[in-house]
């Protein structure tokens, strides 16, 4: 028992507290405790991304799935029911299926999985290892993430911010900042023409 | 007098410390972890908690939406400007070396960096407000019994 590395049992642990909360989460009825719970999910997922050492990571699940998209989720809560209605247990039967054959493929694809930490796993090898070694000569920064993500794979990292750059104006376009969108009328020379579509009632 | 007093001292101390600490993470990106999408979510966490605590409207007056419109945009301006400098520099699209070609220590590659950072942080900041945004300014305010 002594010779079991510590980080091995606080992660086993954590994983532990995910299962429990993604089956309260399916177990649950009231929508206010789902979303918090998910909250509480991914909270529990960053500290484990942490002892994984994908630090960078692990910021970005805390503040995004913690933070911005419990928020979102609540916000989005509000708009709807606060207690989701029970699904009869035929309705199921189809989802359990899936969700079972799914589970089955990934176990079965975890044989082909390197090992945590694998030196010579495709991850690691290759184009990883050209990566590190020139950026202590071409860009000269301690942190090869940010060169990577912002010198090397800059164009990846523009179309990225473009991504949310669209996801933001999408929601302007369709929701507009002070919930106004539909309710504008457009109406040139006074005549109402938003309602006519095409006939003349 | 609002019920929330503790809420709003205690929010009222760590909305600052967050919004400094996007800022650190923001410009340590280069050194630690982080960098611009980390740091812009903080910050827009950090808004976005302002909002929870003292309600939407105060935190429009704080942060007008049109500035989350324009920074939305400027972010992505400031990114694909980058390129465009680094082009008329006689360089490729986003190739910082051309910023400082003469540079031992690829100061042009940092400045690259710290430029094209800076728009990621502006985007993800202002999109994230605006979505927040969009979606409460649709429901109604609420009292603490409709929970």
């Known amino acids: ?23 309260s989460v399916v177990r649950l009825r009231s929508l206010f405790a ?22 960078d990571v692990a910021f970005t699940e805390a503040a995004v799935g913690a933070g911005i998209s419990t928020v979102l989720m609540l916000g989005a809560m509000l708009l709807t029911e606060r207690e989701a209605k029970p699904v009869p247990l035929q309705k199921q039967l189809g989802s359990l299926f899936i969700v079972t054959v799914t589970g089955m493929a990934l176990f079965y ?13 495709a991850a690691n090898a290759y184009l990883g290892t050209d990566y590190i070694a020139a950026t202590k000569t071409d860009i000269i920064l301690p942190n090869v993430v940010t060169a990577v993500l912002a010198s090397y ?10 991504v949310i750059f669209m996801a933001g104006l999408g929601i302007v376009l369709l929701l507009g900042l002070n919930g106004h969108a539909g309710k504008w009328r457009a109406q040139p020379k006074g005549q109402d023409v938003s309602n006519s579509r095409g006939d003349k009632s | 007098m609002s019920p929330h007093v503790i809420l709003r001292v205690v929010s009222k101390l760590l909305i600052p410390l967050i919004a400094l600490f996007a800022l650190y993470v923001q410009f340590h990106g280069d050194f ?50 980058t390129g465009v400098a680094t082009w008329l520099l006689g360089g490729e699209f986003l190739n910082y070396t051309f910023f400082a070609p003469d540079s031992t220590h690829a ?34 305010e609420l009292t603490d019994e409709d929970w």
């Open chain 1, 1 to 23: 028992m002594s010779n079991v590395p510590p980080t091995l049992i606080l992660d086993i642990g954590l994983m532990a507290m995910l299962v429990v909360v993604a089956f």
């Open chain 1, 34 to 55: 789902i979303v918090m719970l998910q909250g509480v999910y991914s909270l529990l997922s960053a500290a484990w991304f942490v002892s994984l050492d994908a630090v």
């Open chain 1, 153 to 162: 794979r800059g164009f990846d990292t523009f179309g990225e911010t473009v």
């Open chain 2, 107 to 140: 100061a042009g590659q940092h400045w690259g960096i710290f430029a094209v950072e800076l728009g990621v942080l502006c985007t993800v900041a202002s999109a994230m407000v605006a979505i927040f945004y969009a979606f409460g300014s649709r429901t109604t």
């Open chain 2, 32 to 81: 630690g972890p982080g960098g611009g999408f980390q740091a812009g979510v903080i910050f827009a966490s950090a808004i976005i908690l302002y909002a929870l605590i003292f309600g939407l409207d105060e935190a429009k007056r704080a942060i007008p939406p049109s500035w989350v419109r324009i920074g939305m945009s400027t972010g992505v301006i400031i990114y694909g400007g």
């Open chain 1, 109 to 121: 694809a975890i044989g082909d999985m390197p090992a945590f930490g694998d030196a010579h796993s």
